[in-house]
């Protein structure tokens, strides 16, 4: 099935609070060096100060990708189609560490997860607020059933890899734009983690 909706009637709903503006994020040079910390709010004022961040790729055994809508509460963003989880590491934190207690927290998942490339992008929501980031990707693969944390995400699908690129190719402004660039990458860079 090339876009298989998640309904609501079958989440299995967690309303855990995970996400804080005061939490320390890690602040880095381009070289991915840390430079100090700053709280999650201020983080993302402006345009943005550069920080480590995380994007995850879920797929399932047939070869399609888990995605999430964000949550329409959430300041950057809401509502938008994006990747399975994306989050950031904590002051203190491995980034190993940090992948695996988000997809716990937002999905209720827990699989291996590999590293494939990392990437800083820039990218501004309005005039108050912005992505800045030095973001490392993984993908995994699992068919457990998610447990949704209502809080982050609104709406949850799988899709095939085709039926996606068709779908941003005709509405790209539906999906958030580090999704676009890592998806773009993972399809030209990394064709195996794509199949099922």
């Not at 855990?16 to 709010?41: C, H, M, N, Y």
């Not at 879920?58 to 959430?74: H, M, S």
């Not at 992505?131 to 447990?147: I, Q």
Request: glycine share 6%.
């Amino acid at each position: 099935m090339d876009n298989t909706e998640l309904e609501r009637q079958d989440w299995r709903d967690s309303n855990e609070v995970v996400s804080f503006d005061d939490e320390p994020l890690v602040l880095v040079d381009s070289d991915d060096r840390e430079i100090g910390f700053l709280d999650k709010a201020s983080a993302h004022v402006g345009k943005g100060t550069l920080h480590r961040a995380f994007s995850l790729f879920v797929f399932n055994t047939k070869g399609e990708l888990l995605l999430q809508q964000r949550a329409p509460g959430k300041r950057l963003w809401p509502g938008y189609w994006s990747n399975t989880c994306c989050s950031h590491p904590r002051r203190g934190e491995t980034i190993d560490t940090a992948i695996h207690r988000r997809l716990k927290e937002e999905l209720g998942l827990a699989c291996s997860l590999t590293y494939l490339f990392k990437f800083q992008y820039q990218a501004q929501f309005d005039a108050d607020g912005a992505e800045h980031e030095l973001c490392w990707v993984y993908a995994g693969r699992s068919d457990n059933a998610p447990t949704v944390n209502i809080n982050e995400i609104s709406g949850l699908r799988y899709i095939a890899p085709d039926a996606l690129d068709a779908e941003i190719a005709a509405k790209p402004e539906a999906f958030t734009p580090w999704f676009k660039i890592e998806w773009e990458r993972i399809r030209r860079e990394h064709p195996k983690v794509l199949k099922g």
